[in-house]
């Protein structure tokens, strides 16, 4: 079972940045394909960013495409989701999850066997 641990959410102003962490207890072919997906209170899961740890390859979806960068650090074993020019309507849970490269780009959450807990994002207008 491959553990993910999120941290570095918080609040800010709109406008401002903040950077997710996701360390991945190991990368294996079922967790080569790192996810973020993020919920606000009523509404699904949305995806919002991956990353395929063997091309490498990223995914962005349209609402962040410009705004927010997935990265990685081998050494760290960590996936970073770099957010600028954060919105209110970015406010959410945001949880970072991992399956087979295949899940990349798909953002079906229930495609995705690895979850962390969650960091909370909270942007004021």
């Not at 941290?7 to 790192?34: I, N, W």
């Not at 970072?96 to 899940?103: K, S």
Request: net charge negative; aromatic share 12%.
């Amino acid at each position: 079972q491959v553990q993910l641990v999120e941290s570095g959410g918080g609040s800010v102003q709109a406008g401002g940045s903040l950077r997710l962490s996701c360390v991945v207890s190991r990368f294996t072919d079922s967790s080569e394909c790192v996810t973020w997906f993020r919920r606000t209170p009523g509404k699904d899961l949305e995806g919002v960013a991956a990353l395929y740890i063997g091309g490498p390859r990223t995914y962005y979806a349209n609402s962040v495409k410009g705004r927010f960068t997935i990265s990685r650090d081998n050494a760290k074993n960590a996936v970073y989701l770099q957010m600028n020019d954060l919105q209110a309507e970015d406010t959410a849970m945001y949880y970072c999850a991992a399956d087979e490269w295949l899940r990349c780009g798909t953002y079906f959450p229930d495609d995705f066997h690895s979850w962390g807990q969650g960091t909370q994002v909270t942007v004021s207008s």
